[in-house]
């Protein structure tokens, strides 16, 4: 399956082009494995982990901002053993979420000039049929990403694209609510 971006690029999907500041996000369906683990190496931001409105948090020194804008704080129920559930370095396993039922957006400011890749990874727990779309504009509010759709993510999705400076990712909700759990920094 390829996926095209504004420019006319056709590249697969787990692969991410970049063509005069426009690229297409990787995607990697299905919950962390150890081929996965290798997200989130300089930080990484867990929404409402511990509870509701607690965030566990560890950002890289490069991150000047990271602001969730049109917030509502969720958790999920989870059971022991769900692999699509985080983990934190203490052990505890939980899932919780930042959402909303029109458009979610994440703000983020870097302080230094270096291409950081940025990972957010999103489960609908409950599989209710969440659907969105992913966008992300530059500080002057320049499209960088087109809207991508993410139809269906009961599994787990994580989307991984280059960033750097100051950059706006929305998260357009189709179904239920958009929703992120995790941010990773790399």
């Known amino acids: 399956m390829l996926a095209e971006n504004t420019d006319g690029v056709q590249s697969p999907l787990t692969a991410v082009t970049v063509s005069t500041a426009r690229f297409v996000p990787s995607l990697t369906y299905g919950p962390q494995t150890q081929d996965k683990a290798r997200f989130g190496k300089d930080g990484f931001v867990f929404f409402n982990h511990v509870e509701d409105g607690k965030d566990i948090e560890r950002f890289p020194a490069y991150l000047d901002k990271l602001e969730v804008i049109h917030r509502n704080d969720h958790r999920f129920k989870v059971k022991a053993g769900d692999p699509r559930t985080l983990v934190a370095a203490d052990g505890s396993f939980a899932l919780g979420a930042v959402c909303n039922n029109d458009v979610l957006e994440l703000d983020m400011s870097f302080g230094d000039d270096a291409t950081h890749e940025i990972t957010l990874y999103c489960v609908d727990f409950e599989r209710s049929g969440r659907a969105m779309d992913i966008e992300a504009a530059d500080a002057d509010g ?24 100051t950059v706006r990712i929305r998260l357009i909700n189709h179904a239920v609510n958009a929703i992120v759990n995790a941010v990773y920094f790399d």
């Open 142 to 165: 320049n499209l960088c990403i087109p809207a991508r759709n993410i139809p269906e993510y009961g599994e787990g999705v994580y989307i991984s694209l280059p960033a750097k400076g």
